[in-house]
């Protein structure tokens, strides 16, 4: 009788591990953006992924040049990022394998409400970065090499500027919640996503206004790819490549489209093929 019940608790142990590893192996890791998090979409968005496709995912928000950087080392087994030519180019050099868009929003001028370099309304990026030049007015980089950082720099060049090292343009080295807290402290211009701005903006009382928009310069599309596991073998594919499914599915695309802001403000507008 003894034999028999060591038997069984051998058994019920044996089980309980099967199902413990089992469990450990829906883990997954994402190397995405600061917007992405900072907007609230991942709190609101990750449960439903968890629940529909049985995939727990961890997230590590960084800006999206460091998110490529964690991918290509194998350190994350899928990305959500925000920086398409360079997404493209690494899946053609192998890095990454079954890249889809997802998403999109805008990137948007904030600044001070007194406007001292008489952006407002302007609908072109780079006359709106001329004038801040000319005026030398305080203007706030996250200097991260994020996809935002990125997308800066490129007005920058368009206007045929360098501002760096100039004493009113300051690199934080921050993600984007950061950067617009330093931003309002400093009574600075800066980019952002939409998405972002309109989650902190009244959380955080920013006291800025949105001063110039709806250049097609400032369109942000975010992309969704797994790590190549032919690159790194350990990397969790069969998993990453069920949270990608989700993602350009029909119900996640719904899911993404239903992420409001308080004022029932669509932040991420859902465009996967």
Request: aromatic share 8%.
């Given at each position: 009788?003894?034999?028999?019940?060591?038997?069984i608790?051998?058994?019920?142990?044996?089980?309980?591990?099967?199902?413990?590893?089992?469990?450990?192996?829906?883990?997954?890791?994402?190397?995405?953006?600061?917007?992405?998090q900072?907007?609230?979409?991942?709190?609101?968005?990750?449960?439903?992924?968890?629940?529909?496709?049985?995939?727990?995912?961890?997230?590590?928000?960084?800006?999206?040049?460091?998110?490529?950087?964690?991918g290509?080392?194998?350190?994350?087994?899928?990305?959500?990022?925000?920086?398409?030519d360079?997404?493209?180019r690494?899946?053609?050099?192998?890095?990454f394998?079954?890249?889809h868009?997802?998403?999109?929003?805008?990137?948007?001028?904030?600044?001070?409400?007194?406007?001292?370099?008489?952006?407002?309304?302007?609908?072109?990026?780079?006359?709106?970065?001329?004038?801040?030049?000319?005026?030398?007015?305080?203007?706030v980089?996250?200097g991260?090499?994020?996809?935002?950082?990125r997308?800066?720099?490129?007005?920058?060049?368009?206007?045929?500027?360098?501002?760096?090292?100039?004493?009113?343009?300051?690199?934080?080295?921050q993600?984007?919640?950061?950067?617009?807290?330093i931003?309002?402290e400093k009574?600075a211009?800066?980019?952002?996503?939409?998405?972002?701005?309109?989650?902190?903006?009244?959380?955080?009382?920013?006291?800025?206004?949105?001063?110039?928009e709806?250049?097609?310069?400032?369109?942000?599309?975010?992309?969704?790819?797994?790590?190549?596991?032919?690159?790194?073998?350990?990397?969790?594919?069969?998993?990453?490549?069920?949270f990608?499914?989700?993602?350009?599915?029909?119900?996640?695309?719904?899911?993404?489209?239903?992420?409001?802001?308080?004022?029932?403000?669509?932040?991420?507008?859902p465009?996967a093929e």
């Amino acid at each position: 009788m003894r034999l028999f019940r060591n038997v069984i608790w051998l058994v019920v142990m044996l089980s309980m591990l099967s199902v413990s590893t089992a469990a450990a192996g829906t883990r997954i890791r994402c190397a995405s953006t600061t917007s992405t998090q900072n907007s609230g979409l991942f709190e609101y968005l990750l449960p439903i992924v968890e629940r529909e496709t049985g995939v727990k995912v961890d997230v590590v928000a960084v800006g999206t040049g460091a998110a490529l950087e964690i991918g290509k080392r194998g350190d994350a087994d899928v990305l959500f990022v925000h920086a398409k030519d360079d997404e493209l180019r690494l899946v053609e050099e192998g890095w990454f394998v079954n890249r889809h868009d997802v998403m999109y929003n805008d990137f948007v001028i904030v600044g001070p409400p007194g406007d001292p370099a008489d952006i407002k309304g302007l609908t072109s990026a780079v006359e709106a970065f001329r004038k801040i030049n000319s005026m030398k007015t305080s203007f706030v980089s996250r200097g991260d090499n994020s996809g935002t950082n990125r997308k800066e720099l490129k007005i920058w060049e368009e206007t045929g500027v360098n501002p760096k090292g100039d004493k009113w343009y300051l690199e934080v080295g921050q993600g984007m919640g950061k950067t617009l807290r330093i931003a309002d402290e400093k009574r600075a211009y800066t980019l952002t996503d939409r998405g972002t701005w309109l989650a902190l903006k009244e959380r955080e009382k920013l006291d800025m206004k949105i001063l110039a928009e709806g250049d097609i310069m400032l369109f942000n599309q975010y992309g969704v790819m797994a790590v190549n596991p032919k690159r790194q073998p350990h990397v969790k594919y069969a998993e990453a490549m069920k949270f990608i499914n989700f993602l350009i599915s029909e119900k996640g695309q719904k899911a993404i489209g239903g992420f409001r802001d308080s004022h029932g403000n669509q932040l991420f507008h859902p465009d996967a093929e």
